[in-house]
């Protein structure tokens, strides 16, 4: 696509809920990345694919989280059993290669209550 | 350790010239990015700093200097829309991913 998607824009979860959220990323990008981003604060790494190879999971905040991306292209982000502290923008990035500028989706904004 | 620093707010008045400063400290450096970002928008991308020296690109501007670990963005003839945050970002040599600073939110007023 032109860009890249994500959905649901917003999301509410109860306290203890599963969540996925999905990134469509711009076709042909091979690094997709995830970030979280907190209310005021700048985008945190959480995990990066190179295709459908997860590479990097450093910055995944607990073993609630998990990212997948089985083809190449869309990839989801799971949280299980979501706490108030999982509140936050996250953010899809892909590119076409490392070193080169990131393009964002406009995220999906979770709220757990 | 890794760090960002950023100015938290700044505000400037339509027309004005507003300089946004980013000093950084991180394990390796590949390249400085500048990101725009609208409440509730993505973030978008403004610039890329490679080598010391200033890129200009229309009314925004980008400094590097590498051995003062330090950035900024210049961004010139100031409209209302440039109200937004404005992200700086550290391309770390052997890291799969961009390290982010706070932002810095800038409010352009008339």
């Known amino acids: 696509g032109a860009g890249v998607s994500q959905s649901p824009r917003y999301k509410v979860a109860k306290r203890g809920q599963d969540v996925a959220l999905r990134c469509d990323p711009i076709?042909?990008?091979?690094?997709l990345f995830w970030y979280q981003q907190a209310l005021g604060q700048g985008p945190e790494f959480l995990t990066y694919?190179?295709?459908?190879?997860?590479?990097?999971k450093s910055g995944l905040p607990s073993d609630r989280f998990f990212a997948e991306r089985p083809e190449g292209s869309v990839s989801t982000l799971k949280i299980q059993r979501t706490q108030q502290e999982d509140s936050a923008v996250y953010l899809c990035?892909?590119?076409?290669?490392?070193?080169?500028?990131?393009?964002f989706g406009s995220g999906t904004r979770l709220t757990v209550v | 350790g890794q760090n960002i620093d950023q100015p938290t707010e700044m505000t400037a008045t339509e027309g004005a010239i507003v300089q946004i400063n980013c000093t950084y400290q991180?394990?390796?450096?590949?390249?400085l990015f500048w990101y725009q970002q609208h409440a509730g928008e993505a973030p978008t991308f403004l610039s890329y700093?490679?080598?010391?020296g200033l890129e200009e690109k229309g009314r925004f501007s980008s400094f590097l200097s590498r051995s003062k670990g330090y950035s900024y963005l210049l961004l010139k003839e100031l409209q209302m829309k440039d109200s937004a945050s404005y992200l700086c970002?550290?391309?770390?040599?052997?890291?799969?991913?961009?390290?982010f600073g706070t932002g810095t939110r800038l409010t352009v007023i008339p």
């Open positions: 990035a892909s590119s076409s290669g490392t070193g080169f500028g990131y393009t």
């Open positions: 076709s042909g990008h091979v690094s």
């Open positions: 694919f190179q295709n459908e190879a997860q590479l990097d």
């Open positions: 991180t394990s390796g450096f590949n390249g």
């Open positions: 700093n490679v080598l010391d």
């Open positions: 970002a550290v391309d770390q040599t052997g890291a799969n991913n961009l390290f």
